[in-house]
């Protein structure tokens, strides 16, 4: 047994994780010294093997143990090293690397949720590039139907195997019929997203961002539209004294419809939201028209509802003051930098949504 004398004394002395596992190998492996050892007491005749066999089964344990015991001190020898030579003070201020920010946009959407979901909404979506029936008929607006004209829209063209040319959705209203489609009533969602629009001046860019809100259930009626518009847009501007007009108006998917108000002020020299010096207008709403329901195959005898939807660009704007919406999608860094959010100012509830 020299042999083995010999490798327990090698193993002892690896002088690294590598090499101590070429002696593994080369002792334990399928073709191992030790492996054929042990391989070889199956042939023995019974009297050989009762004398040989514990001595084979003690070398395997043994240099089992040796493997084990040298693996361990290279180990922390490995750890030790790193200890003593790597440092990492942690009472030193946080490195001055160049930090991203979040959007505007990105900020209100997060505040929007979690103003909503404390109402019982849930958040739902829905692509951007639509089909007609969604963006506009379905929400009763009947090919030749006149507010598809009000809409400026950006066409794509029509693909082989499809009927009509699908659209990008001008407005987030599409949401409102897939989420009816899909889940059954009751339902409270809002649907924050990207519309598209062919326009472009100092208040519109041909990329903008809606918010549709949809409440579907029974004997629901514009008290609870206005209460929750009011409920809202109080948590949105962080403000008690705000104050809602609805006037009647004309939207295809609402009867009746009315366009939102919310009253303003001048604070050192600039308007505010709150108060009630002026108005303006912040919102689309109504109860969803009977045909929009029954288009989602729901019965309109049984289940009502009212939507809303509104621009976030321009909720972000007033509440935070930027008064350029082109800007918002510029990339320029000072700008983001000024107006981002650092990634730890998560909207709450307690904490303020703005905060
Ligand atoms: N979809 C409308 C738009 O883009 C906004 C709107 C108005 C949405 C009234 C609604 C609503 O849900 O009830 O101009």
Redesign the pocket.
Known sequence: MDDSHKLLIDIAAASDLSVLEQYRVSALGKSGSITALLKALGSMDPATRSTEGPKVHALREAVGAALASRKEALETADLDRKLATETLDLTLPEPDQPAGSVHPISQVMDELAEIFADLGFAVAEGPEIESQWYNFSALNMPENHPARAMQDTFYLERQEGEDEAKVLRT?T?PVQIRTMESNPPPLRIIAPGRVYRSDSDATHTPMFH?I?GLVIDRAIHMGHLKWTLETFLKAFFERDDIAIRMRPSY?P??EP?AEVDVGWSVERGRRVVGGQEGWMEVL???MVHPRVIANCGLDPAEWQGF???TGVDRLAMLKYGMDDLRAFFDADLRWLKHYGFRFLDVPTLSGGVGA
Do not use: D, K, V
């Open positions: 407005h209203s809606q549709e939207f998917f609402t419809s689309g709403s109504g939507a809303f939807g």
